[in-house]
């Protein structure tokens, strides 16, 4: 069974950085598209950042473009979202997930995805 693992979540100081880490275990780690999504109390889970299996091709959501990077180690076993210039709109539960099988596109419906990890809380305050 694939287990997907999230770390690095926290509280900051809007303006604050943090930066996240997805991992998983076997084979299907290298050759998935991974992405991350962000779901906050009493709203629809949303597709955050998205890295293709090769690293290659991201994709971000309008609202972190330039704030958030996605990246993924040389080894394609660790995925990266590092985040700055945080807002208050930012804080919610950070999921990680993973497209097995993917056919070429970054997906960003939730649909789409595998295998998901826990989350990890991220909370920006004034």
């Known amino acids: 069974q694939v287990q997907v693992v999230e770390s690095g979540g926290g509280s900051v100081q809007a303006g604050g950085s943090l930066r996240l880490s997805c991992t998983a275990s076997?084979?299907?780690?290298?050759?998935?598209?991974v992405a991350w999504f962000r779901q906050a109390p009493g709203k629809e889970r949303e597709f955050v950042s998205g890295?293709?299996?090769?690293?290659?091709?991201?994709s971000y959501r309008d609202s972190v473009k330039g704030r958030f990077t996605i990246s993924r180690n040389d080894a394609a076993t660790t995925v990266t979202l590092q985040m700055s210039s945080l807002k208050l709109e930012d804080t919610a539960v950070y999921y990680c997930?993973?497209?097995?099988?993917?056919?070429?596109?970054?997906?960003?419906?939730?649909?789409?995805?595998?295998?998901w990890g826990q989350g990890t809380q991220v909370t920006v305050s004034s």
């Open positions: 997930a993973l497209d097995e099988v993917p056919y070429g596109q970054i997906e960003v419906a939730a649909s789409e995805y595998n295998y």
């Open positions: 076997g084979r299907t780690f290298s050759s998935s598209n």
């Open positions: 890295i293709s299996w090769s690293g290659r091709s991201t």
